[in-house]
């Protein structure tokens, strides 16, 4: 490799660096990780680079999609990891939130510019098979047409056809189209954030759905978390009482900010300049209610969140 000039190393490193973004949106709705994604991202670097003896543009004429396949083969592989692991895991398993730096946010923000689907999207697209899931993300998310996936999955485009059919049916089937305005979740987040944490019950029997569920995953490395979702309104609002009365998590010093999380207005409690919890709502089509509760509280899956000053 040492015979390759410095001008076509770096030549491969920058194509590979003006496609990352891409790989990286496609990767993370395939995988649901950010951790996972990284990897994935390393290892079609490595791949990208010991192409041609170190010379992977050579015969090569779209980079772009030559990467993306590679990136979304080697996210297929990581796929049956990450299904090993969540057999094991403890309690609710959600998707790695991909959170905005700050409230002030600009559009350089990673989070931002990174095409992601919501959370509650992004936890349907784990009952797809991981080819389903693959042809979902890159046709309905990313635009790509079925006989392009055909070649970055090796399949004939009738097979694309057929798994992305199936994918959309079982898309559509659980999670309505219905995507509530900006403000309207917003303020809706801020209403339920602040029953919540005062511990006003009457504000929460008003503002949860009779059929509100709340997932909470700590990964068994929370106190008191719950391993298994709750359902109903009122076992909801006994479990966000029963939070408030300890006095948030386990001794206050909770400090709440409001974050964009893929996509979407949610809220981010911070404990003691540590990062403690994600909340991200799913509302009923009226966008009155709150219909479904994320919460993700596991350390590990909030390492890459930082507290920002308002």
């Not at 003896?53 to 049956?80: E, K, S």
């Not at 068994?220 to 309104?233: C, E, S, T």
């Not at 981010?268 to 993700?296: C, H, K, M, N, W």
């Amino acid at each position: 490799m040492s015979d390759i000039p410095a001008s076509v190393t770096d030549e491969a490193t920058g194509v590979f660096v003006r496609h990352r973004e891409l790989m990286f949106g496609v990767v993370y709705n395939m995988l649901g990780s950010v951790a996972d994604t990284e990897d994935v991202l390393q290892e079609t670097w490595l791949s990208w680079t010991a192409r041609g003896g170190g010379a992977p543009l050579d015969g090569i004429t779209n980079p772009r999609a030559y990467l993306v396949r590679i990136a979304v083969n080697h996210a297929l592989a990581r796929r049956a990891a990450i299904s090993r692991r969540q057999e094991t895991y403890v309690g609710p398993w959600l998707p790695e939130p991909l959170v905005a730096d700050g409230e002030g946010a600009g559009a350089d923000d990673p989070a931002l510019r990174t095409e992601s689907v919501s959370l509650a999207m992004l936890v349907v697209l784990e009952s797809l098979t991981p080819l389903e899931r693959a042809v979902f993300v890159l046709h309905e998310v990313f635009g790509y047409p079925h006989a392009e996936i055909a070649e970055i999955i090796d399949r004939s485009p009738a097979a694309v056809r057929q798994l992305a059919h199936r994918a959309r049916e079982h898309v559509h089937a659980r999670r309505p189209l219905y995507e509530a305005h900006p403000r309207v979740r917003r303020e809706a987040t801020e209403r339920f954030v602040r029953a919540a944490v005062g511990g006003d019950i009457a504000a929460l029997m008003e503002i949860l759905a009779p059929d509100v569920t709340v997932w909470t995953d700590a990964g068994g490395k929370r106190k008191r978390a719950g391993l298994r979702p709750v359902h109903g309104r009122d076992k909801a609002v006994r479990l966000f009482d029963s939070f408030a009365r300890r006095g948030g998590a386990g001794g206050g010093n909770l400090d709440l900010r409001y974050r964009r999380v893929n996509g979407d207005d949610a809220a981010v409690l911070f404990q003691d300049e540590e990062p403690y919890a994600v909340l991200v709502l799913d509302l009923t089509p009226d966008g009155e209610r709150v219909s479904g509760i994320y919460v993700v509280a596991n350390p590990d899956k909030l390492t890459h969140l930082h507290r920002e000053e308002a």
